[in-house]
């Protein structure tokens, strides 16, 4: 079994200040892992995914994520925050090789909160 | 492109009352998931299906079933609504493949009194 934990329930910061979101996970088995955000009343959307090969991944709105299989870590972090960036932010995994359907094991969420 | 399309968005419903959630994804993808999101607890899985005519439990399945009705078409019912299944309800769809993404709907807010 997997899980995923998200430390930090909430994280508020200022507009154009950097920030780190952080995410450490457990699991037996080697893992696919993902960040979604969630604006509000909205949806899940992909921010971006670590498969295979840099250990630096890049997503979308200048997000970008460090996989560090020895701290078991996946760390988001974004240098200049922007007040649409204001979301809930989720850690997910899923193991390698577990057949078709691709279940993921999610986080509890963190609310980044941008003020002025 | 509508991607997965839930519906309803809200519903309210008494304590014993029954009602089906629907799910419907035109992406041609073959497998399809129910999720619940409760404050603080993140995202848990009720119910999965990796393709049409199968269907699998997940991490909390009991009180709901589950009918994947098309290869389009995944509905989560609730056959006797409890005040403990007060949540948001979100569908997700993927294609095959181990590197698959899931793509999730907008969500059905669901209050039972």
């Known amino acids: 079994a997997q899980s995923v934990t998200q430390l930090d329930s909430q994280v508020p910061v200022f507009e154009e200040a950097p920030v780190e979101l952080r995410c450490n996970y457990s699991?037996?088995?080697?893992?696919?892992l993902f960040w979604y955000v969630q604006y509000p009343n909205q949806g899940l959307q992909l921010l971006l995914k670590?498969?295979?090969?840099?250990?630096l991944v890049k997503g979308i709105n200048g997000f970008e994520a460090e996989f560090n299989k020895s701290q078991t870590s996946f760390h988001l972090r974004k240098p200049s925050v922007h007040i649409s960036d204001t979301a809930e932010y989720f850690c997910?995994?899923?193991?390698?090789?577990?057949?078709?359907?691709?279940?993921?094991?999610f986080g509890t969420g963190t609310r980044l909160q941008v003020t002025l | 492109n509508a991607g997965v399309t839930q519906t309803p968005k809200f519903q309210v419903l008494k304590t014993g009352q029954s009602m089906t959630l629907q799910c419907a994804q035109d992406?041609?993808?073959?497998?399809m998931y129910w999720y619940r999101q409760d404050p603080g607890m993140g995202l848990r899985l009720i119910y999965y299906s990796a393709s049409e005519g199968t269907t699998d439990k997940g991490e909390v399945p009991n009180g709901y079933n589950v009918s994947r009705l098309n290869k389009r078409e995944f509905s989560l019912r609730l056959e006797s609504a409890a005040p403990s299944q007060t949540s948001v309800y979100f569908c997700?769809?993927?294609?095959?493949?181990?590197?698959?993404?899931?793509?999730f709907g907008a969500g059905t807010r669901l209050s039972v009194l």
């Open positions: 992406m041609n993808h073959n497998s």
């Open positions: 670590y498969l295979s090969g840099s250990t």
């Open positions: 997910a995994v899923r193991p390698i090789n577990t057949g078709t359907a691709s279940k993921l094991t």
């Open positions: 699991s037996s088995v080697s893992v696919y």
């Open positions: 997700a769809s993927s294609s095959l493949g181990q590197k698959n993404i899931q793509y």
